[in-house]
């Protein structure tokens, strides 16, 4: 047989010549079509146990629940590999035929899909190069949140306010990710106080590192450091950065909470915020700035 003849009768539409597409048709029998219909449908029954199972053992395991997570993503690519190839199997196009159907399937996507074939290359750039697993905390352009799915298209996660958001894979492609923990449960935890300018700074790195320490959320295997930094925007202040890790990044806005409770308690009872105070609200931003406090 000779090689396909392709032409165009107006643009994004190609056709096969006429008996290339007859001796493809003559494949679409009732028998093969029932059993590409009953491959589809057991590969999404494993990909959806196969989710569920590796879900339940990370359940079951919350420390080493990035292990299975990893395999999931691998796994739902694989699965429907090996069903597209059974079903070409199932219908078992000849040379030509197999040739003019990928052309076509390559000028379709070029003309009208080039969206979802980036987003696909997105997805198996994820899976080999891993800038994220399932299971890290990670920021993409505006979003920050937990990875929960990484499919051929999009990635989906879920902020710390309980929303869910997708992101297209191509993103990855040209943006920027932001990865806090790497695959492992803990992360590092950066927490900003703010404290008039003329407080001690001894005592506010002493209250920085007892705020830290004393959480219960805090990973004490790993370092806390707490840092001082004159700040002018609105008026003369000192920030008061404190670097601690927690045991689960899951638990990330909990400790950055716990440590303001108990550094703002003891801001409180040592006086340093009577400035702030509404009682004693201290010379104007105006005032600071020109030098007259008068």
Not at 56 to 80: C, D, E, I, N, Q
Not at 162 to 174: A, F, G, K, M, W
Not at 186 to 195: I, K, N, S, Y
């Amino acid at each position: 047989m000779q090689d396909p003849i392709f032409f165009l009768s107006r643009p994004g539409l190609l056709f096969l010549r006429l008996e290339t597409q007859v001796e493809f048709l003559t494949t679409f029998t009732l028998e093969n079509i029932v059993l590409a219909i009953l491959v589809v449908v057991v590969t999404a029954l494993a990909v959806y146990l196969s989710d569920r199972l590796l879900e339940g053992l990370a359940k079951k395991a919350p420390r080493a629940r990035f292990y299975f997570k990893l395999l999931a993503p691998v796994l739902r690519f694989t699965s429907w590999t090996v069903g597209f190839v059974i079903v070409m199997t199932i219908f078992s196009p000849s040379r030509d035929t197999l040739l003019a159907l990928m052309a076509s399937v390559g000028i379709a996507l070029g003309l009208g899909a080039q969206d979802l074939v980036k987003n696909i290359i997105g997805g198996l750039v994820i899976l080999a190069d891993r800038p994220y697993q399932l299971g890290d905390r990670v920021k993409i352009g505006d979003a920050y949140g937990e990875i929960d799915h990484i499919g051929l298209r999009s990635t989906k996660l879920t902020t710390a306010d309980d929303t869910r958001v997708t992101i297209p894979n191509s993103e990855i492609l040209s943006g920027k990710a932001w990865n806090a923990n790497s695959g492992v449960p803990d992360c590092q935890v950066v927490t900003d106080l703010f404290v008039p300018h003329d407080v001690n700074p001894t005592e506010a790195v002493e209250i920085g590192y007892e705020a830290a320490y004393s959480s219960p959320f805090l990973l004490l295997a790993k370092p806390v450091v707490v840092l001082l930094q004159d700040r002018f925007q609105d008026g003369p202040f000192m920030l008061v950065r404190i670097k601690a890790y927690v045991f689960d990044h899951r638990f990330e806005p909990r400790l950055q909470s716990d440590i303001t409770i108990r550094a703002k308690a003891e801001f409180l009872r040592r006086g340093m915020l009577l400035r702030w105070g509404r009682h004693d609200p201290g010379p104007s931003t105006k005032a600071l700035r020109t030098g007259n406090e008068s």
